[in-house]
């Protein structure tokens, strides 16, 4: 009896060293890397109507932001982008300024734009549905992105001694300018009030 219980408690011994072994061998769960956004290859650009005759295209020249991404589950979170409201242009010197004041983003009041989401909704292999929020003119009102995650590699424009792992993103979006007071001009229909979003970017794993 007593070597039957010897042998026993060493089975057990064994098997739970066995399994301890098994938890240090497997490997650690995979982390959201945290990505930056490359300053020199973003684009947060905008269409506006023009009293039905054309669009006019614009675009923020300084724009910086981060987020999360785990690569292997598709994982977004922590998006954050701010945009400077005063590095808005759209080729015309008069309507920049125009821009700048309070009929429409009011730069010197709200120098920022910006665009928090917590997560997203994977829509396709490549494809992203981001319900976030648009922070503008110092209201926060709900904004959806659909987000094509374009190329993950590293890229080639590091040089030759570093080449930083990059994801490239197109996203698409609209608001309505009169949701956050922006009302200059609508009522009669000169400049329109759905406002088209085109963002593109590369960003840069940390």
Do not use: C
Not at 24 to 52: K, W
Not at 92 to 100: C, E, I, M, P, S
């Amino acid at each position: 009896m007593h070597a039957k219980k010897t042998i026993s408690t060493a089975l057990l011994w064994a098997a739970l060293a066995g399994s301890a072994q098994l938890l240090m061998s497997a490997p650690a769960q995979a982390q959201a890397a945290r990505y930056e956004l490359d300053p020199d290859h973003i684009t947060v650009a905008f269409l506006v109507d023009h009293i039905g005759f054309a669009k006019v295209l614009g675009l923020f020249r300084s724009a910086r932001g981060s987020y999360r991404f785990d690569e292997a589950s598709a994982t977004l979170s922590e998006v954050r982008i701010e945009v400077e409201t005063a590095s808005v242009f759209s080729n015309q010197r008069k309507r920049d300024d125009h821009l700048k004041g309070p009929d429409f983003l009011n730069s010197s009041e709200f120098p920022k734009m910006v665009f928090t989401a917590s997560g997203a909704r994977r829509t396709g292999e490549r494809t992203f549905e981001i319900a976030g929020q648009l922070e503008l003119l110092g209201k926060s009102l709900p904004l959806t992105l659909q987000a094509t995650w374009n190329k993950s590699a590293e890229s080639p424009m590091g040089g030759p001694l570093r080449k930083p792992y990059t994801m490239g993103v197109s996203a698409r979006g609209s608001f309505k300018r009169s949701a956050y007071g922006m009302n200059y001009a609508v009522s009669n229909g000169w400049v329109g009030d759905e406002v088209p979003l085109i963002i593109e970017f590369e960003a840069v794993r940390q």
